[in-house]
């Protein structure tokens, strides 16, 4: 098969790989019909996650249609139409028992953190991703779900992750009915938790970015007030005079490890990989977020640390909730907002992208080129 192949950062190439086979009688094989590129996947293509290895295969947003499953599978078959939590998990465990799934003890052999996510380094489990024509997927019986044949495909992949997680960042939040809601990010992720703070009741929702064209997307699509944090010598001192200096009641970190920080901190980060990331956005939240009030964290960070104010949360008796989203945990729900007409996930798709373009999908994406917020990927054998 083709299938996105890794060869260090800034470097990747499609390459023909062996086809995956079924090597558990609880697997899957699925044709992938639709994957897309995230910004998480960033981190990756940048170098900034560790244990990434040569010959990796990306991609943990994807759908597809069953080809062939294991002996013991019973709740998907072959011609079934699936979409594939990023999460891999067991469902049985501890923590899947809790609805824990981000953080399955049986799926990761450095699980001492996160669970297993496809085509997301061998921190994560070293599965290979969906940004192939096909791809095996355990644990077949709890992960995937049927798509809803009411559901486009366009839709059904961002919810393997993007709007998920947006709504899951929203729901860190704890927001209550008239909330002064920020969210750091106007990315995917960050459009999708503006978006779900109104069906939360937030009474007001600001957006913070340093890129205009995905503010304006949050301004048309999120129904935001939006601000570019480069045009103000201190955003923190900004949004306290929006808030009557008390500052905003949840604060949503969706941007993570690749944050525009100061120089120091781009050097230890990007450059000597000293910190799990820049923590720039999240000390923003931290500072920005009124006292007594929640910061919600969503957006990715290496298992390194980070040079956060930790201090600081504290005195002000902030309440600090993050996780990788519970993908799975949060469909229900969503699926009713999007058959309702309350969310239309494939409005901030900007690229359709062939699986043997993506190197260039890749580069338009990191680069920030042709207004690029969210771009798809068709592999041949769709």
Same mark, same amino acid.
């Given at each position: 098969?083709?299938?996105?192949?890794?060869?260090?950062? $800034?470097?990747?190439?499609?390459?023909?790989?062996?086809?995956?086979?079924?090597?558990?009688?609880?697997?899957?094989?699925?044709?992938?019909?639709?994957?897309?590129?995230?910004? #998480?996947?960033?981190?990756?293509?940048?170098?900034?996650?560790? %244990?990434?290895?040569?010959?990796? !295969?990306?991609?943990?947003?994807?759908?597809?249609?069953?080809?062939?499953?294991?002996?013991?599978?019973?709740?998907?078959?072959?011609?079934?139409?699936?979409?594939?939590?990023?999460?891999?998990?067991?469902?049985?465990? $501890?923590?899947?028992?809790?609805?824990? $799934?981000?953080?399955?003890?049986?799926?990761?052999?450095?699980?001492?953190?996160?669970?297993?996510?496809?085509?997301?380094?061998?921190?994560?489990?070293?599965?290979?991703?969906?940004?192939?024509?096909?791809?095996?997927?355990?644990?077949? %019986?709890?992960?995937?779900?049927?798509?809803?044949? /009411?559901?486009?495909?366009?839709?059904?992949?961002?919810?393997?992750?993007?709007?998920?997680?947006?709504?899951?960042?929203?729901?860190?939040?704890?927001?209550?009915?008239?909330?002064?809601?920020?969210?750091?990010? +106007?990315?995917?992720?960050?459009?999708?938790?503006?978006?779900?703070? /109104?069906?939360?009741?937030?009474?007001?929702?600001?957006?913070?970015?340093?890129?205009?064209?995905?503010?304006?997307?949050? +301004? #048309?699509?999120?129904?935001? =007030? !939006?601000?570019?944090?480069?045009?103000?010598?201190?955003?923190?001192?900004?949004?306290?005079?929006? !808030?009557?200096?008390?500052?905003?009641?949840?604060?949503?970190?969706?941007? *993570?490890?690749?944050?525009? *920080?100061?120089?120091?901190?781009?050097?230890?980060?990007?450059?000597?990989?000293?910190? *799990?990331? #820049?923590?720039?956005?999240?000390? /923003?939240?931290?500072?920005?977020?009124?006292?007594?009030?929640?910061?919600?964290?969503? *957006?990715?960070?290496?298992?390194?640390?980070?040079?956060?104010?930790?201090?600081?949360?504290?005195?002000?008796?902030?309440?600090?909730?993050?996780?990788?989203?519970?993908?799975?945990?949060?469909?229900?729900?969503?699926?009713?907002?999007?058959?309702?007409?309350?969310?239309?996930?494939?409005?901030?798709?900007?690229?359709?992208?062939?699986? =043997?373009?993506? +190197?260039?999908?890749?580069?338009?994406?990191?680069?920030?080129?042709?207004?690029?917020?969210?771009?798809?990927?068709?592999?041949?054998?769709?």
């Amino acid at each position: 098969m083709q299938a996105m192949t890794y060869r260090g950062p $800034y470097r990747i190439a499609v390459r023909e790989k062996d086809r995956p086979t079924i090597e558990h009688p609880n697997d899957a094989i699925v044709r992938v019909t639709r994957a897309a590129i995230c910004g #998480s996947d960033l981190h990756l293509y940048h170098g900034m996650m560790p %244990d990434t290895r040569v010959g990796m !295969t990306f991609g943990h947003e994807f759908i597809g249609v069953v080809d062939e499953v294991g002996d013991s599978v019973r709740h998907i078959a072959p011609g079934d139409r699936v979409m594939v939590p990023f999460n891999i998990f067991c469902g049985s465990c $501890y923590f899947c028992a809790r609805g824990l $799934y981000a953080n399955c003890h049986n799926v990761n052999p450095n699980a001492t953190a996160v669970g297993g996510i496809y085509g997301y380094s061998h921190t994560c489990g070293g599965y290979d991703g969906g940004q192939a024509e096909f791809v095996r997927v355990p644990f077949a %019986d709890v992960g995937p779900s049927v798509i809803p044949e /009411w559901m486009e495909d366009d839709d059904a992949v961002l919810l393997t992750d993007a709007l998920a997680t947006g709504y899951f960042g929203a729901q860190l939040g704890d927001i209550v009915e008239g909330d002064v809601v920020v969210v750091f990010g +106007a990315g995917p992720v960050g459009l999708f938790a503006a978006k779900s703070a /109104w069906l939360m009741g937030a009474g007001r929702v600001i957006v913070i970015d340093h890129l205009q064209y995905r503010l304006d997307k949050a +301004a #048309s699509f999120a129904q935001a =007030e !939006t601000y570019n944090f480069v045009e103000y010598d201190d955003i923190v001192v900004h949004l306290k005079r929006l !808030t009557d200096h008390l500052g905003a009641d949840v604060v949503i970190d969706a941007v *993570g490890a690749e944050a525009d *920080g100061n120089f120091l901190q781009h050097v230890t980060a990007a450059k000597l990989k000293l910190q *799990g990331g #820049s923590p720039i956005a999240l000390n /923003w939240a931290i500072d920005s977020v009124r006292k007594g009030g929640t910061v919600s964290v969503v *957006g990715a960070y290496g298992p390194m640390f980070s040079a956060v104010k930790f201090g600081d949360a504290m005195n002000k008796g902030l309440t600090l909730r993050m996780n990788q989203c519970p993908v799975k945990r949060q469909w229900p729900r969503l699926f009713e907002h999007v058959r309702n007409g309350y969310l239309k996930p494939s409005e901030i798709v900007t690229h359709r992208i062939p699986l =043997e373009h993506i +190197a260039e999908g890749y580069h338009i994406f990191s680069a920030n080129l042709d207004d690029c917020i969210k771009p798809l990927i068709v592999p041949n054998a769709a």
